[in-house]
């Protein structure tokens, strides 16, 4: 299906830029996926949000991320993002970065949007 992927230039492959490290390229990951997942919580659960923007919200939220973390990581915020890629290209350089910073992340901004926003029921 794809005979040459792992000469394409990885196919949309996640990984760290130039002068990024494992440490920030975690912590990058990590803090996005947070932000992300604070953005859903926040606009599928409040009642004030006006029906029907959630995916608006979420969409630009996601555009954003991408704009701060493409030159770091690739942006992935979601393991299936990276591992689609990876498996295709057969190209696993820092795949854990990408695999447990959003598994960590996730629930650290879901839990987050707990703690400011306790009474939103």
Do not use: C, Q
Request: no cysteine; proline share 7%; glycine share 12%.
């Amino acid at each position: 299906m794809f005979p040459d992927a792992r000469d394409a230039g990885g196919l949309g492959n996640n990984a760290l830029g130039e002068d990024v490290g494992w440490g920030s390229g975690f912590v990058a990951e990590l803090v996005l996926t947070a932000v992300f997942l604070f953005v859903i919580v926040a606009v599928a659960t409040d009642r004030r949000v006006t029906p029907g923007f959630a995916g608006l919200a979420i969409g630009f939220a996601l555009a954003a991320i991408h704009l701060v973390a493409i030159p770091l990581t690739g942006t992935s915020v979601n393991p299936a993002r990276t591992l689609g890629p990876d498996l295709v290209a057969w190209k696993w350089d820092d795949v854990w970065i990408f695999i447990v910073a959003p598994l960590v992340g996730g629930p650290v901004g879901a839990l987050l949007y707990d703690v400011v926003r306790p009474d939103r029921s």
